[in-house]
């Protein structure tokens, strides 16, 4: 298998992806994420994994259907688009080994990577993003994208991280959800679940969270004036 070309454009801000493909290489893309391609990229649109799996993947916040695009006849380049401001990440997937992902997340992959739904009930609520993560495995390239810019964080043994910021982690790391204090200091302070993490691993935080920017805009909204 041969590794992606690409190159990531617009960081932090308006993450912008380009992709070099070699003459038969494909490359799986979220749906409608596309910015601008090569004619000689041919596009097939699926429910990788099969219809229950694209329905979990639903469950998740991601599209039922991908589209993997192929060069045929030569190399071509394809850019792309995520939907949400803010930064992109690559991730090499090691066989044997996963990264879990906020809903929502993924932006795209080589094919040999599979991306599935875990459900995780309460112990896995985060914060504005439900209760399903993207748990991501197989050989290939990842990239993944989060709403503000994303700082990774090498962790050696416990780490705190409100869940409202968490964009990404590997599998090495175990992780429990709690609250912050008490319940008294959680409403006052304004903090609710936190997610601790233990052991050895990389954690992707991003630096924004969508909520509380809309709080943040609500007093700016335009108004009906009923004079």
Same mark, same amino acid.
């Given at each position: 298998?041969?590794?992606?070309?690409?190159?990531?454009?617009?960081?932090?801000?308006?993450?912008?992806?380009?992709?070099?493909?070699?003459?038969?290489?494909?490359?799986?893309?979220?749906?409608?994420?596309?910015?601008?391609?090569?004619?000689?990229?041919?596009?097939?649109?699926?429910?990788?994994?099969?219809?229950?799996?694209?329905?979990?993947?639903?469950?998740?916040?991601? @599209?039922?259907?991908? &589209?993997?695009?192929?060069?045929?006849?030569?190399?071509?380049?394809?850019?792309?688009?995520?939907?949400?401001?803010?930064?992109?990440?690559?991730? /090499?997937?090691?066989?044997? $080994?996963?990264?879990?992902?906020?809903?929502?997340?993924?932006?795209?992959? @080589?094919?040999?990577?599979?991306?599935?739904?875990?459900?995780?009930?309460? /112990?896995?609520?985060?914060?504005?993003?439900?209760?399903?993560?993207?748990?991501?495995?197989?050989?290939?390239?990842?990239?993944?994208?989060?709403?503000?810019?994303?700082?990774?964080?090498?962790?050696?043994?416990?780490?705190?991280?409100?869940?409202?910021?968490?964009?990404?982690?590997?599998?090495?790391?175990?992780?429990?959800?709690?609250?912050?204090?008490?319940?008294?200091?959680?409403?006052?302070?304004?903090?609710?679940?936190?997610?601790?993490?233990?052991?050895?691993?990389?954690?992707?935080?991003?630096?924004?969270?969508?909520?509380?920017?809309? /709080?943040?805009?609500?007093?700016?909204?335009?108004? $009906? &004036?009923?004079?």
């Amino acid at each position: 298998m041969t590794d992606l070309q690409f190159e990531i454009l617009g960081k932090p801000d308006y993450g912008f992806l380009k992709l070099r493909l070699a003459a038969g290489q494909s490359l799986c893309v979220e749906a409608s994420a596309m910015a601008a391609m090569d004619t000689n990229l041919v596009m097939k649109t699926r429910m990788k994994g099969g219809l229950m799996a694209s329905l979990k993947r639903g469950l998740a916040g991601e @599209s039922l259907f991908m &589209n993997e695009f192929t060069a045929e006849g030569g190399p071509g380049e394809i850019c792309i688009a995520p939907g949400a401001i803010g930064d992109l990440a690559h991730y /090499r997937i090691q066989p044997g $080994k996963s990264i879990y992902l906020q809903s929502g997340a993924y932006v795209a992959s @080589s094919p040999e990577v599979k991306v599935d739904t875990k459900w995780d009930g309460f /112990r896995g609520f985060f914060s504005g993003t439900g209760l399903f993560l993207l748990k991501v495995e197989g050989n290939g390239d990842l990239f993944f994208n989060a709403y503000g810019g994303l700082v990774e964080i090498p962790v050696q043994g416990n780490y705190v991280i409100d869940t409202g910021y968490i964009a990404a982690f590997e599998d090495s790391l175990n992780y429990e959800v709690t609250l912050l204090g008490g319940l008294k200091t959680s409403l006052l302070g304004g903090e609710g679940l936190v997610c601790r993490f233990s052991g050895q691993g990389k954690i992707w935080l991003q630096t924004r969270q969508i909520y509380p920017f809309l /709080r943040w805009l609500w007093p700016f909204r335009p108004q $009906k &004036n009923n004079d």
